[in-house]
């Protein structure tokens, strides 16, 4: 490439990021103050968290269960029950939040989410056959056949995204097709199982539609959390790359960006994340949708200031999500799922309108 030719993508490139909405002063003045704002709301969905459920405790009792001074019962419910499944909801938001946010700069699509590109569906079917076929019923033991299917999923899409693209580089259109169709012929696959198993109906109905309760421990974290960890990493490592992306693939080539490589790292990133997340909390809606849009209005389209961001946003929307199901029909829970189904729908039409509306 000439010296002309980088100069003149670099202008246009300038100029692209300007219309699209680039992060404007006043962005980065609010980026702090909305930062720390999503930071104090974590502090507090954790500590409610830790407070609320089917018995109320103080915040004495929390604090002298997490410090080992606390009586047997209150040390039961806090170590053994309310902190696994904080620590859980944490980082299966986060790690939901990041992937959304990853798939959307991917695909250039503001209405896309994880499960477009087939990764929800094939953790899914992994999960229906390691309860049918092995008989395994509990979280732990079907968590790598969740992780393995997410990553099946992935590169079924990404094989047909490359077939499929006129070019050896899996465009965008590519590959959300090629997930689109993915997606409906595993999810067609479960159907059939489950019709066939009413044993392995009644597990996963639990499972689908998302949960942090349900016997999940520290055993779990520590299985999904170094993969999630991992994913993470190469989330945010891959920000500046998504930032190119984002100018279009013409100007991403003429800046030097090999856009296969590239988009390989952010597909892998996306299986992590979301593969990990899905084994630790289920299948979960709307959180990879929404919350990118939440905090896009604070940090602008800037992926190094979006992504950490997001993390958070993704965790509180999760954790104040589960409290809800802890109190809205106490005694009894509803799934962290169900809550967000039903927040998430309007949620979901807000973002249209504004895409719409953005759009004309």
């Known amino acids: 490439m000439t010296v002309t030719a980088t100069v003149t993508a670099t202008a246009v490139a300038e100029t692209r990021v300007v219309r699209t909405g680039a992060p ?34 103080s915040p004495a009792q929390v604090w002298a269960a997490l410090l080992g001074d606390g009586d047997p019962e209150s040390s039961a419910i806090v170590l053994g029950q309310r902190l696994p499944r904080t620590v ?37 079917l992994a999960v229906v056959l390691a309860i049918s076929l092995l008989g395994l019923t509990t979280p732990d033991g079907y968590l790598w056949f969740a992780f393995a299917g997410a990553a099946l999923g ?23 097709l090629a997930g689109a169709a993915v997606s409906a012929l595993l999810s067609a696959i479960t159907g059939v199982l489950l019709l066939l198993d009413a044993g392995a109906l009644d597990v996963h109905r639990f499972w689908t539609v998302g949960s942090l309760a349900g016997g999940r421990g520290f055993d779990v974290v520590a299985a999904a959390g170094p993969p999630l960890l991992l994913g993470l990493l190469v989330a945010l490592a891959h920000a500046p790359a998504l930032n190119t992306l984002a100018l279009g693939d013409d100007l991403a080539r003429a800046l030097g960006r090999r856009l296969l490589p590239a988009r390989l790292v952010g597909l892998l990133a ?43 946003a993704g965790a ?19 799934p ?25």
């Open 336 to 360: 962290v799922g169900i809550v967000l189904g039903v927040a998430g729908g309007p949620a979901f039409l807000l973002v249209v309108v504004r895409h719409l509306r953005g759009a004309r």
């Open 270 to 312: 996306v299986t992590l994340l979301v593969g990990s997340a899905t084994a630790l909390v289920g299948s979960l809606g709307f959180v990879g949708l929404v919350a990118p849009h939440l905090v896009r209005g604070v940090t602008g389209p800037d992926h190094r200031a979006l992504l950490p961001v997001c993390a958070v």
């Open 154 to 176: 992935t590169v079924v899409v990404t094989a047909i995204g490359l077939a499929a693209g006129r070019r050896r580089d899996a465009s965008p259109a590519s590959l959300a």
């Open 88 to 124: 859980i909801g944490l980082l299966g938001g986060c790690a939901l939040a990041v992937a959304g946010a990853l798939v959307q700069g991917h695909t250039r699509n503001p209405l896309a989410d994880p499960g477009l590109l087939g990764v929800t569906s094939g953790a899914s």
């Open 24 to 57: 404007r002063p006043s962005s980065g003045r609010r980026l702090p103050t909305g930062a720390l704002a999503l930071l104090a709301l974590l502090v507090g969905a954790v500590l409610l968290s830790l407070l609320v459920g089917g018995r109320g405790l």
């Open 316 to 334: 509180v929307l999760v954790l104040l999500a589960d409290v809800l199901g802890r109190v809205v029909i106490a005694p009894a829970e509803l």
